[in-house]
Nanobody, 115 residues
Framework: QVQLVESGGGLVQAGGSLRLSCAAS????????MGWYRQAPGQQRDLVAA???????NYADSVKGRFTISRDGAKNTVDPQMNSLKPEDTAVYYC?????????WGQGTQVTVSS
């Protein structure tokens, strides 16, 4: 069983930066997939960035060049650094982990980017 706790959301002006963090209750070294999704009002929940087993990283086209995701095995965190934020980045951001025992979600953290 895995608990995921997100932090770092908030209000930022366009062009600013935020760093989110997803802290896992178990070793992230044993996960097959850890990533971040986001969901704006009335929209589907879409993948933003993810790290899969072996360390490969994937990004949504909309955030490439602006967001960077990293994994800290010692702290059991997966942290996206979000730069050059745009109003269209406004959404609830969710951490997700897939292990052999199941799929887990955090409670979400709100990111609001003002123009």
């Amino acid at each position: 069983q895995v608990q995921l706790v997100e932090s770092g959301g908030g209000l930022v002006q366009a062009g600013g930066s935020l760093r989110l963090s997803c802290a896992a209750s178990t070793s992230i070294c044993n996960t097959n997939f850890m990533g971040w999704y986001r969901q704006a009002p009335g929209q589907q929940r879409d993948l933003v960035a993810a790290i899969i087993r072996g360390g490969s990283v994937n990004y949504a086209d909309s955030v490439k060049g602006r967001f960077t995701i990293s994994r800290d095995g010692a702290k059991n965190t997966v942290d996206p650094q979000m730069n050059s934020l745009k109003p269209e980045d406004t959404a609830v951001y969710y951490c997700n982990a897939i292990t052999r025992s199941g799929t887990y979600w955090g409670q979400g953290t709100q990111v609001t980017v003002s123009s």
